[in-house]
């Protein structure tokens, strides 16, 4: 299983986060920048563990998107059971 680590507190923008997620997960050149393009790549991840830390840093920097962000995370974690995701 690969283990990940992203840092939320310097994501300030939509496009810094699916870019620091992009490279994380090692998502496609295709990879559309989109919750739903996010939940598609997580939903068919191989094993991972993603650790978000200053998870909080989503929601103060970008509002409700940021909020959207960590339900799309945790329903992509509920509904594969390879994909881990420790929020700090």
């Given amino acids: ?14 496009a810094e ?9 090692d998502f496609a050149e295709g990879y ?8 598609d790549e997580l939903y068919y991840c191989a094993p991972t563990q ?5 998870a909080e840093s989503l929601v103060i920097n970008l509002g409700d998107y940021g909020e ?5 995370l945790a329903g992509a974690a509920a509904e594969n059971e390879d994909f881990i995701l420790n929020i700090e």
Avoid: I, K, Q
Avoid at 1 to 14: F, G, I, K, S
Avoid at 32 to 39: F, K
Avoid at 68 to 72: C, M, N
């Fill in 17 to 25: 986060l699916h870019e620091a997620l992009a490279r994380a997960f």
């Fill in 68 to 72: 959207l962000v960590l339900r799309v």
């Fill in 32 to 39: 559309g920048g989109t919750l739903d393009a996010l939940y």
């Fill in 1 to 14: 299983m690969r283990e990940l680590l992203v840092d939320a507190e310097a994501l300030y923008t939509r």
């Fill in 50 to 54: 993603l650790t978000l830390v200053n």
